[in-house]
């Protein structure tokens, strides 16, 4: 059986991923695909419930190596139970972030050591890396807005993350940016800033080159 494809979704916070990831499922099954969609963190029973700590715990949150060794466990779990079978299988995997968010967040955004970020990673997904990883890129005041118009519409408010401030977040965008640099071949960056099927037709265009 022909393994399936791993394609991973990255970018700041509101740049559109989880729409864009919807369109991208809906293409590949008209073509006759088998797709399988996760998150990050969450995607398992376990997965979800760290990603509940993580985002939501107020009284007692995770100090910033608790939240690094929390997405990771959130990750273990997810690769072994859910991404990797789904590709022995021969499916392909879209997911709404991956390892990049460590390193972006955890590693530029919190200033933990980037080599032990990418050896713990390695462990916790068991060397698995994307084989195409879509960095979706809006400016800060897009990310904003968009941000805003979803909490108006789902009445929901910012997550301990979202709130990090300005700071961490443009470290997040500068970490993503350089991670896209070293790493050419598997990270492409994407103009997310036009119109949702205008985004949609750039990927289309990337992913069945
Ligand atoms: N994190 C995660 C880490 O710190 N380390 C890690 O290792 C990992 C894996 C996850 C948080 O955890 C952090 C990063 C995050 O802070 P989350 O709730 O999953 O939290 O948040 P995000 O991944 O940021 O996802 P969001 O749902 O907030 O944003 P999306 O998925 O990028 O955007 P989407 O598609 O939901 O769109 C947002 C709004 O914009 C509109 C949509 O309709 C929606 O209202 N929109 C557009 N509007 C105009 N034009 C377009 N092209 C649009 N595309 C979407």
């Known amino acids: 059986m022909k393994r399936g494809k791993f394609i991973s979704f990255e ?13 991208l499922k809906a293409e590949l099954e ?28 107020e009284d007692d949150p995770p100090c910033d190596r608790a939240e690094l060794l929390l997405f990771l ?26 390892s990049d968010s460590t390193f972006a967040y955890q590693g530029y955004g919190r200033g933990l050591p980037l080599d032990f970020l990418r050896e713990a990673n390695s462990f916790a997904c068991e060397g698995l890396s994307p084989d195409l990883t879509l960095l979706l890129e809006v400016p800060p005041g897009v990310s904003a807005s968009r941000m805003r118009s979803r909490e108006a519409r789902t009445a929901s408010s910012a997550d301990r993350i979202e709130r990090a401030g300005d700071g961490f977040h443009s470290r997040v965008r500068e970490g993503f940016a350089s991670l896209a640099k070293a790493e050419p071949g598997r990270i492409v960056r994407v103009d997310a800033s036009g119109t949702p099927d205008e985004v949609a037709s750039l990927i289309r265009a990337l992913v069945f080159a």
């Open 11 to 23: 970018g700041g916070e509101g740049c559109g991923k989880t729409t864009q990831i919807a369109r």
């Open 30 to 57: 008209a073509r006759g695909e088998s797709v399988v969609v996760v998150r990050e963190p969450g995607g398992t029973r376990l997965s979800e419930l760290i990603r509940t700590l993580l985002k939501d715990e």
């Open 73 to 98: 466990a959130a990750r273990a779990q997810l690769v072994r139970n859910v991404i990797s079978p789904a590709l022995d299988d021969g499916r392909w995997v879209l997911s709404d972030r991956f």
